[in-house]
């Protein structure tokens, strides 16, 4: 199931907390928070709560990006609607939760921070919250140099480093070509070094360990294309060298 239609409300906010939580309260939900202490029901509210800290994440540092005139833009939601899987009934929530957030006095480093420290053994994660924001940013067909700079401080915060933000840019941004960069490879590595480095990007990056991170389905998406711009960049470095 989609994350918007399983979790919100109170409860969800209750178990995210923090800024964010306090952004996920608004949402007139229906997940209810499983008040059980087993192993199970503990590693399920975890799990939970890591996947509406992403979602809401987006969320919130995409409305910190947008221009603060006090109204979200439909084109921004529009954005965010092809990222995750929203019901037409849920629209009014999610322009909702883009308002409180752009009205919200906390700065968009409070909520960069949580989801840092949420997410500090997952870079990966991390990179996927880049990859939204860069798509929410060229809703209106261009990133602009603002756009830029807040995502390389938000990167900043996540202490990313400059290949992640590359890889999240590319998509839509016209950078100097550099499959090195984007790989985040030193151009002397040799190829054994190269190979191996790639495989721990695919490792890294596959769906599967995406899944198995308790992320939602909309992550799954950002993975596959950005997985395809790694094994994209590696083929042109294999090809430029005559790799086996």
Known sequence: MPIWGKLGGAAGGFA?????????????GHYLLDR??????VAKRDA?????AFT????????????????????EVDAFRKIFAIAEKDLAEVSQVFDRATADVAGFDAYAEQLAET???EPATLEDVLHGLAHI????????EAEVRYLEAVAQIFKLERSRLRRALGAYVRLEDDPYD???????????ELKRLHRSLVAENHPDRVTARGLPVEAVRIAT????????????????????
């Open 225 to 244: 294309a950005k997985l395809a711009a790694i094994n994209a960049a590696f083929d042109a470095v294999r090809a430029e060298r005559g790799m086996a």
């Open 182 to 192: 984007i790989l985040g490879a030193d151009p002397a590595l040799s190829d054994a």
């Open 16 to 28: 995210l907390g923090g800024p964010l939580g306090a952004i996920a309260g608004v949402l007139a």
């Open 48 to 52: 939970d709560a890591k996947s509406l």
């Open 36 to 41: 059980e202490n087993t192993p199970e029901a």
């Open 137 to 144: 940013a060229a809703a209106d067909g261009a990133i602009h």
């Open 119 to 121: 997410f500090r053994d």
């Open 56 to 75: 809401i994440g987006v969320i919130a540092l995409g409305a910190k990006m947008a221009k603060a005139d006090g109204v979200v833009a439909p084109v």
